[in-house]
């Protein structure tokens, strides 16, 4: 952590480098791609959760003019074949409703529609498995025969993937301690990242088996590594370039389409096109885990949290891999706890493979936690941010998973919330209020950078994370900050797979943190060829020279007579000292830093309707430091919005054969402008001692609380539980008439 | 196969001629036809506003228009927004204030957002809220978006 020393460039809300592109159409999107003599593919999607496919065959679809090619899930490479390849195109059996079982590729859009209708698909019924209570029952239908829970066969077949737990403390002595208990169980329900592109990439591959690969995705290196998984070629045959991204949330850190996309192109010779609509989206890509939450808290009349457990069961979907580590890791970790028992299950039903969504697996175990804390707090008549700062983890505590905390911003948080105008003025009568803590690891992970010097002094950064938020004016700024240059003379590019230096995906909250920390190290790379071309052109010792506002100087105290040396001046001259100045950092960033919030909202009811509404909502965060603080509130507001979409009315909504009902905007519905109020913001900064401008991530936190905090303002309202989400008015409704 | 239909359009005030097919989108015309893919496709139903375009003045989601409807009429997209001044306030507001994120919805919200204020110089935050109802945005939670409307409409009653 360097010294506190008075940033210039870090805390300003300059215009994005890349906005003018995005308000006038013309950045690129994925769908926005187009090669000449490109055909267009499409794919047969299953009609049927669970069915044993006995034949694929797609000569009809082939003799149709305009066809070029057409496959299925015989025609990808079968040795191996992971997860990953039998969700891309079924194989044996089609396990959700939309999973894709043939693809075609033609002269037109159309076309392949139409010769979609011409494959024959011999498919045997079985009945599906919809929900955990099913996937757990005795005798339950297996949506994979050869799935052993943990691995072990010597046990039977089981559709629990995974079983996890671990505890601390002695759970039973706590819980003897307490004089109040509280225990619920909670169900949240699957929900999509619902970013609004949809997914799209172009592929050509020539006769040497080299792949081009663009498509809009959240990590172009994962795309390649994942696409040559599939189609068993060699990680350097692929090239990948990403497109601006239109949302991810997660959802786009996996592939559906490009082994699809290659392989036609292989057969045809042609560059094929591939684009979802929204209903594929739905139907077939994100969604995240559907749970079930068992929580049970004891505490003290004081606040002492004495013992907590915690049973998560979350939803995979067909394979293996629901986000069950992170919720089980989550649930607890706002708590300073000494007794407490966690157990994780990872649940294979007939839904979509589970993808990750923004803090995959917290919003819903912390759902859990905070409404039973909420609970408490009313049980011992305590403020509920009191009751949190009675228990809250500061640094030096150990987390539930492991590790000791170091600077954490959670009681800080949480003090700024309790003085906070909007939460020191009480709601009026007819209005809930409800307040939740949330939390997210953050992840750093591996990041390369270039910094490029033009011959005005101009900077260029390479990096390699489409930015799906602002992320290029976050670079720019820290590279503003370290290099002592104007924002303005820089600009950052997303690289792809070959013109960049690796970096994991743009995911896990690591972008600003990790290839920031990339981009200020290869700025400070700059900075030491800067000060040996000054040492060079005055005859100094590079220790003699100093790096003082963008400009070389000799340091105090040596006797020089020369005039200080901007980058653009030594960069004019690079061919005269050394040839052009190019900055490198690679790494693998470690000490992410864990991100706490603390979210209030103010809703009211209509009884008649069961339709809740939120008139206010506030967000507090510890964000280490914001870089760009309007992005930093933009990530806040937006997590907000998400979280509450999915306390109020997002769901998937399956009939008993397990078709989806509801896989469109009009009937999943994301909340609109006209649902939401301004969501106020308050950034708190508890630097990470693990980055030099003391970078939190900030992007996932922020859709962990408002879960919660919506069903306790309901709680508020109504002076009971509901304990299931979404709130929506129906099931509000009910639950009003079931307590009358 | 039906022959292609030949339509003869303005868009963003230059005339344009096309062949488009019968059941082809307005949307599909002005992106693979007349190639000006800022009009983005988020789910081809009309419920999230990322294609909406103005025909003759009137806002809609061009893919529940046919092209085919376009013929003699005036339509202008997101490419038609900024003039040889430079941006139109609207669009320079959406920088300043930090309204989009991922940028895809952002070509809808900006024709919608400059239709309300040609028609509506001052409006609420409720009426801007309710204008924009039909554009989702899954990134911002809407609330800089608001700002940056709010503010355009107070720099161009200043500059009028």
């Known amino acids: 952590m360097a010294e506190a020393v008075e940033l210039k460039a870090i805390g300003t809300r300059p215009v994005r480098p890349d906005g003018v592109d995005k308000v006038t159409g013309r950045a690129n999107f994925g769908a926005d791609m187009a090669l000449p003599g490109m055909v267009h593919a499409k794919i047969l999607r299953s009609p049927h959760a669970h069915a044993r496919i006995k034949t694929v065959d797609v000569s009809k679809a082939l003799q149709l003019d305009g066809v070029h090619a057409a496959i299925s899930g015989k025609d990808l490479p079968q040795e191996g074949a992971n997860d990953l390849s039998v969700n891309i195109l079924a194989r044996d059996k089609a396990l959700y409703h939309g999973h894709a079982v043939a693809a075609v590729a033609a002269r037109t859009p159309d076309i392949a529609e139409r010769a979609l209708e011409l494959i024959h698909v011999e498919y045997e019924p079985l009945s599906p498995v919809l929900s955990i209570d099913d996937a757990i029952a005795d005798g339950a239908t297996l949506v994979n025969e050869n799935m052993y829970t943990n691995g072990d066969r010597s046990l039977a077949p089981s559709n629990v993937a995974a079983k996890q737990s671990f505890e601390r403390g002695d759970v039973e002595k706590g819980f003897a301690e307490a004089d109040v208990i509280v225990e619920n169980a909670y169900r949240v329900p699957t929900a999509h990242q619902g970013y609004i592109e949809p997914h799209a990439c172009v592929a050509t591959i020539n006769e040497g088996g080299r792949a081009t690969v663009w498509c809009s995705t959240q990590g172009q290196f994962d795309v390649r590594s994942m696409t040559a998984g599939v189609l068993n070629k060699k990680v350097s045959d692929i090239k990948v370039i990403p497109s601006e991204i239109g949302g991810g949330f997660g959802g786009k850190t996996t592939i559906y389409l490009e082994p699809i996309a290659v392989k036609l192109s292989e057969i045809s010779g042609r560059p094929v096109k591939m684009v979802m609509n929204r209903e594929e989206v739905f139907r077939a890509t994100g969604p995240t885990s559907a749970t079930l939450c068992r929580i049970r808290v004891g505490a003290k009349n004081d606040g002492t949290i004495t013992a907590a457990t915690a049973w998560l069961a979350y939803e995979a979907g067909a394979f293996a891999g629901a986000p069950v580590g992170p919720g089980c890791m989550s649930v607890l970790a706002p708590y300073n706890l000494e007794n407490f028992r966690i157990e994780g299950l990872d649940v294979l039903v007939n839904k979509p493979k589970v993808a990750a969504y923004r803090a995959p697996g917290a919003p819903q175990s912390m759902h859990a936690m905070e409404c039973t804390v909420d609970e408490v707090a009313r049980k011992i008549g305590m403020d509920p941010i009191d009751l949190r700062l009675k228990n809250a983890a500061d640094e030096g505590t150990v987390a539930p998973y492991g590790p000791r905390f170091p600077a954490i911003g959670l009681v800080e948080c949480l003090k700024a919330a309790k003085k906070h105008p909007n939460y020191v003025n009480k709601p009026d009568d007819g209005v809930g209020r409800g307040v939740a803590v949330g939390f997210w690891f953050n992840i750093g992970m591996q990041s390369s950078a270039e910094v490029r010097i033009a011959e005005n002094g101009g900077v260029t950064i390479m990096e390699g994370n489409p930015d799906i938020g602002g992320s290029r004016a976050s670079m720019c700024l820290m590279a503003a900050e370290t290099l002592g240059v104007p924002y303005e003379t820089i600009n950052a590019h997303v690289g792809d797979t070959e013109a960049t230096g690796f970096c994991n995906v743009t995911g896990g909250s690591r972008t600003t943190f990790a290839t920031g920390l990339a981009v200020v190290q290869a700025c400070e790379d700059i900075i030491a060829q800067c000060k040996e071309r000054a040492a060079l052109t005055w005859d100094l010792d590079v220790e003699q020279v100093d790096w003082q506002d963008g400009r070389a100087v000799p340091k105090p105290g040596v006797n020089a007579d020369v005039q200080p040396l901007s980058l653009a001046d030594i960069a004019r001259s690079a061919g005269r000292t050394g040839g052009p100045l190019l900055g490198r950092a690679s790494l693998n960033a470690q000490g992410p830093g864990a991100s706490f919030s603390v979210n209030w909202t103010d809703v009211v009811l209509d009884r008649d309707t069961g339709k809740v509404d939120v008139l206010a909502f506030t967000a507090v965060q510890d964000a280490g430091r914001a870089i760009h603080p309007a992005y930093v509130e933009g990530q806040m507001q937006g997590g907000a919005v998400q979280g509450l979409g999915w306390a109020l009315n997002e769901e998937y909504i399956y009939d008993q054969q397990g078709v989806m009902e509801n896989a469109g905007f009009l009937d999943y519905r994301v909340p609109v402008a006209s649902d939401m109020p301004m969501i106020e913001c308050q950034i708190v900064e508890v630097p990470n001692p693990s980055h030099p401008y003391g970078v939190r991530g900030v992007g996932e936190t922020p859709i962990v609380a408002p879960l919660a905090a919506t069903s306790n303002a309901v709680r508020d309202l109504l002076g009971f539980r509901i304990n299931d989400l979404p709130l929506s008015p129906p099931r509000v409704l009910e639950a009003i008439e079931e307590n009358a | ?160």
């Open chain 2, 1 to 160: 196969m039906m022959s292609k239909i030949h339509v003869s359009t303005t868009v963003n005030g230059q005339p344009e001629e096309a062949l488009c097919e019968a059941q082809q989108s307005l949307l599909d015309l002005l992106r693979d036809e007349l190639g000006l893919t800022g009009t983005k496709e988020g789910c081809g139903t009309g419920d999230c506003g990322a294609c909406t375009v103005l025909l003759d003045g009137r806002l809609v989601c061009s893919c529940l228009v046919l092209g085919a409807e376009a013929q003699g009429k005036e339509v202008t997209t997101i490419e038609g927004i900024a003039d040889a001044d430079g941006l139109h306030v609207v669009q320079q507001k959406f920088l300043e204030h930090a309204a989009l994120q991922c940028g895809i919805c952002t070509p809808g919200f900006i024709v919608a957002a400059k239709a309300l204020l040609d028609k509506n110089p001052d409006p609420d935050e409720t009426t801007i809220r309710y204008w924009l109802a039909g554009n989702l945005c899954r990134c911002t939670g809407y609330d800089k978006i608001v700002r940056a409307v709010q503010d355009a409409a107070q720099e161009l009653a200043h500059s009028s």
